[in-house]
């Protein structure tokens, strides 16, 4: 026996509700249940889906807490530190994150043995020396540009480059889980696990007599993500061990490195736009004003993690589809575009009517932000239309001109901010981020158009597999 939305309704609800209800109960019940390659994403979506939400519930709670704890100006402080951080401490896979998931099924389908024990091998072998090295050059930079930075800047900066060879291998990590499949093991460690960590070490901190300040928070992150990547590394290494059988290795590093370097452009881009508005309003304006901002965009972050989770279902198929029959990649992949756009769309709706009474939670001085949601939902709803171009692109081999794409996008962004920041203050920054995720759906739904011949748009895009 297992459960059926179909056959659920049947029993519980009218005979007239279920019959209308019956196509989207049936579509549901093929997404969860179908063995096919179709299933199988799909259920990583769902499975991605839910614990986005889970963890959009967990840091909320914990960003309210350390808000109240720390209050804003030391919170803004944090932020800043720890934003940069994730960037930078992604950045320094070089693309490498990704790249196994486009090489792993490759190499599997095909029987490549030698060479998939050694792009597992490499990989974390480079990520963790180009990390190590990162984090070593950044505490160097900030020390030497000491003197140009606001002193309160100065040493949560040095203690946070400390976490930065434990995020990048987690990001890894999460890459070589999502090649095999293994939804749990690619999210639940970064955003369930590590967030969790954080609050509770803050709280044991904060218990035995730590100042409830930016440094104590980012020790308390320093804790937490060294436990989480090293519990991380030990289950997804045991895990592919009993996949891999023992052999010899084949390392063909220059073609790995040829192929990761425009991915690394994209997902630099990509990560640069999605938190450019962050680091640039802690440029131009004080960290209470960047904790304001931060908490506008964890507001309406439910509405991001949609669009996440189905990236992180889709992208191993559309790396298998893009192998075989052109037709079976075009459908699949415009199907994904409503699996994106459709709940994006609901989310969005629900921030929108519970935005305010959520910043309250923050503190008072947090509602000012509320009205930046009506302007920002725009551009995340716009990029929820198109679905996940950028891994269609990234995975079917036109990661170039993806990067292409991203580049001219997060120039554009930053032009906005540059122009709109001074003017109008943390509106300038809403604006010029609403602007540039309109734009970057647009640029990258019509280079799939014209590379692939995909219609990547909901109004275009069928409902389901054709």
Known sequence: MRFSAATTAGRFLPQRWALRMGPLLGRIDA???????????????????????????????SQVLMARWMGSFEYGIFVLVWVTMVIVGNLACLGFH???????????????????????????????????LI????????????PWIENYYVIPFILGV?????????????????????ALFALSPTYL??????????ALMLFVGYAPDARTAIFASIAATYATTLGQLVGVTQRMERQIPAGPIKVHFAQWFVVSLPIFLVESFFFLLTNADVLMVGAYMDPNDVAVYFATVKTLALVHFVYFAVKAGVAQRYAQFTHG???R?????????????????????????????MLVLFGPEFTSGYPLLFLLVFGVVARAAVGPCESLLTM???????????????????????????????????????????????????????KLGIAMLIFLAPKGAA
Request: charged content about 15%; hydrophobic content about 60%.
């Open 31 to 61: 997404v969860l249940f179908t063995a096919d390659e179709r299933g199988e994403a799909g259920r990583m979506s769902v499975i991605a889906f839910s614990v986005r939400i889970v963890s959009a519930v967990i840091a909320f709670v």
């Open 98 to 132: 990704t790249s196994v998931i486009r090489y792993i099924p490759e190499y599997r389908e095909r029987g490549l043995m030698d060479e998939l024990r050694g792009i597992v091998l490499a990989s974390r072998l480079f990520v963790l020396i180009a990390s190590t």
């Open 135 to 146: 984090a070593g050059l950044g505490a160097l930079g900030v020390w030497l540009a000491a």
């Open 162 to 182: 400390i976490c930065l060879p434990m995020i990048a291998m987690s990001d890894l990590l999460s890459g070589l889980a999502r090649a095999n499949s293994w």
């Open 193 to 202: 696990v590590r967030p969790v960590l954080i609050l509770l070490f803050m």
């Open 325 to 327: 029959d052109p037709q």
């Open 329 to 357: 990649l075009a459908d699949f992949a415009r199907e994904t575009v409503s699996w994106t756009f459709w709940p994006s769309l609901l989310m969005a709706l629900l921030v929108l009517a519970l935005g305010e009474p």
């Open 396 to 450: 079917s081999g036109n990661q170039n001109i993806c990067a292409a794409v991203y580049a001219m996008t997060l120039a554009f962004n930053i032009a906005l901010n540059v122009v709109l920041i001074p003017m109008f203050g943390l509106w300038g920054a809403a604006m010029a981020t609403a602007f540039a995720m309109i734009f970057e759906a647009g640029a990258l739904s019509f280079t799939v158009w014209r």
